[in-house]
Nanobody
Framework: QVQLVESGGGLVQPGGSLRLSCAAS????????MSWYRQAPGEQRELVAT????????YADSVKGRFTVSRHNTSNTVMYLQMNSLKPEDTGVYFC???????????????????WGQGTLVTVSS
């Protein structure tokens, strides 16, 4: 069973840094776009950053210049989010999302999954 697991969340003071990780596991043929979303209390989930297989990246305006999304240099199944100069408004649950082609031997091919992780909580507070 293919799954995404996030880690690295925690409590940090304003101005501090955290690095989140998202690891995919299972019978994976290929992963296309991977993204980070976040959801603040009482708010809708919003896109934070996206990275494609060609290493193109896109960021929400609110995090540009402070956050950096990347993938592991040898494993395409791990994504990171380096968060610097954190602000209280960055507080929320951060979710990993990935477009995954899972090996489907029963189908003789692949199965497309739009998969979400369980989330990791980031709290920015003094």
């Amino acid at each position: 069973q293919v799954q995404l697991v996030e880690s690295g969340g925690g409590l940090v003071q304003p101005g501090g840094s955290l690095r989140l990780s998202c690891a995919a596991s299972g019978s994976i043929f290929k992963i296309n776009t991977m993204s980070w979303y976040r959801q603040a209390p009482g708010e809708q989930r919003e896109l934070v950053a996206t990275t494609t297989t060609s290493a193109n990246t896109k960021y929400a305006d609110s995090v540009k210049g402070r956050f950096t999304v990347s993938r592991h240099n040898t494993s395409n199944t791990v994504m990171y989010l380096q968060m610097n100069s954190l602000k209280p408004e960055d507080t929320g649950v951060y979710f990993c999302n990935a477009e995954i082609f899972e090996n489907a031997y029963d189908l003789g091919g692949y199965r497309f999954l739009d998969l979400w992780g369980q989330g990791t909580l980031v709290t920015v507070s003094s």
